[in-house]
């Protein structure tokens, strides 16, 4: 049977493409932050207090060139990862070995794979949730322009999807986009948990040299260390699924403008047109134009919601300690984040881009739209509400001609369709593009001091 020597020993080859499954495409996503995670381990261990010295301040100097060189190529996408390598944390050390030498070999030291990949994947989500909230602020200034441009628009508003009460279109459409801030705290929570540093843990118990993980996860720009060194394992799998999780949040908000959007644009309704570029026709409609990109944003929510799922069937009957079930994780995570990404980056333009008809807005409301106003208006007036109540309930004939955008303009408390504070908008979007600015900047300070070379390279 043919046999593939690897770094780590002799593998047969059906067992060797089996084991290593998606991970030798899946992880060239994961090449440079796999060798700022070295880069960050080799400089801890060459100020590991033992004599002799693990590592030599030169020799920590050639590693950190070498992978400064890996970046480079890998940002060209010239890196490339073979089936023997089984994934890029052995890709990388053959490359250093190759280069360096004996050198190559020691970068491994007091180090696992297991925490290896777990620092790779928690620096991959840093990075995935902080362009997230930026494609999320995105959209939520898309809606929020698109609210205060249309503030003064009838709607009506719907319950059950009957006709409720007079609404607007600023209402409809803040309502979208303070649901997406709301997603926005939900992905900066999983933030916060992520950013902590699993390295140092190793296999998932530790080592029996005075390794500094405080130093590692500074050198790295963490918040902090996680603590337990077998929690940070078997925190493997679980963070991905709390990342999910908060991209799952930014699905159901996606998921719901989607369904409101094919609904209003029906040709019943008319409240809405979508730009023609946004739709797709058909192959024997001639006349179609179908709200294609709102299905699959409809549909790609439950994939989302799957793949976190997935991830939580994984773990969840997982035994303490690294288990290679969790390799299947990644396919999951970095699925459903790129789809996640997707439908907010191609939800923002297509919003931008909508039209809004006013008449057919306002030819949408019936006399009976305005009932609970006309009762209210009879409370103050000194009627009790529930005979108000009773009175409009069997004279809906008195309703006619009511203006809706006077109805509305009389609706100026806190949040209501006249009472919409665009400062509260703009200054929760503001604090969340300010969060992303200085995680970004404290990030790349690290790693530029940390590889002696300004990064993002260029
Ligand atoms: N590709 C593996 C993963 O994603 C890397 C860790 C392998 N560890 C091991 N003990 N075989 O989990």
């Not at 090449?31 to 960050?40: E, Y």
């Not at 303490?320 to 439908?343: H, P, S, V, W």
């Amino acid at each position: 049977m043919a046999k593939q020597k690897t770094t780590v020993g002799t593998i047969n080859d059906d067992v060797l493409t089996f084991t290593a499954g998606r991970d030798v495409e899946l992880d060239h996503a994961l090449i440079v932050v796999d060798c700022i995670g070295t880069a960050a381990h080799v400089s801890m261990l060459a100020k590991m207090p033992v004599k002799p010295k693990l590592i030599a301040e030169s020799e920590r100097k050639q590693v950190v060139e070498g992978l400064v060189e890996i970046i480079g190529l890998a940002q060209k996408n010239k890196f490339k990862i073979k089936l023997a390598d089984q994934d890029v944390h052995l890709a990388v050390e053959r490359t250093l070995t190759q280069k360096l030498g004996d050198l190559g070999k020691k970068i491994h030291t007091c180090r696992s794979r297991n925490d290896q990949v777990a620092v790779d994947l928690r620096l991959y989500a840093k990075e995935q949730l902080l362009a997230t909230l930026e494609e999320a602020t995105e959209l939520v200034a898309v809606l929020t322009a698109f609210g205060k441009k249309h503030e003064a628009v009838p709607m009506v508003g719907r319950t059950h999807m009957q006709p409720g009460m007079p609404s607007s279109v600023g209402l409809w459409a803040t309502a979208h986009a303070e649901s997406l801030l709301d997603d926005c705290v939900t992905l900066i929570n999983a933030f916060e948990l992520n950013d902590q540093c699993p390295l140092g843990s190793a296999a998932s118990y530790g080592v029996p040299l005075p390794i500094d993980r405080q130093l590692t996860s500074d050198l790295l720009g963490f918040s902090r260390p996680t603590h337990n060194v077998l929690y940070a394992n078997n925190s493997r799998g679980k963070m991905e699924g709390i990342v999910l999780s908060a991209m799952s949040q930014v699905m159901l908000s996606l998921s719901r403008l989607a369904q409101d959007f094919m609904l209003f644009t029906m040709p019943e309704f008319d409240y809405f047109k979508l730009p023609a570029e946004f739709c797709t026709g058909s192959s024997i409609m001639p006349q179609k134009q179908n709200p294609d990109v709102c299905e699959l944003v409809r549909a790609k929510a439950s994939r989302v919601k799957a793949a976190e799922l997935g991830v939580y069937d994984l773990i969840k009957g997982s035994p303490t300690g690294y288990n290679r079930d969790l390799q299947e994780a990644k396919e999951l995570f970095m699925e459903g984040i790129a789809t996640t990404r997707a439908c907010l980056r191609i939800t923002a333009p297509m919003v931008k881009a909508t039209k809004v008809n006013k008449k057919a807005l306002i030819d949408g409301f019936s006399p009976d739209v305005f009932a609970t106003d006309r009762a209210l208006e009879l409370v103050g007036e000194g009627m009790p509400f529930r005979d108000a109540y009773h009175y409009i309930k069997e004279n809906l004939h008195e309703l006619e001609g009511i203006d809706p955008a006077e109805a509305i303009r009389l609706k100026t408390h806190l949040g209501a369709p006249m009472g919409l504070d665009w400062n509260y908008f703009k200054g929760r979007t503001a604090a969340v593009k300010e969060m992303v600015r200085e995680e970004r900047k404290a990030f790349n300070k690290a790693v530029s001091k940390l590889l002696g070379v300004n990064y993002p390279l260029n």
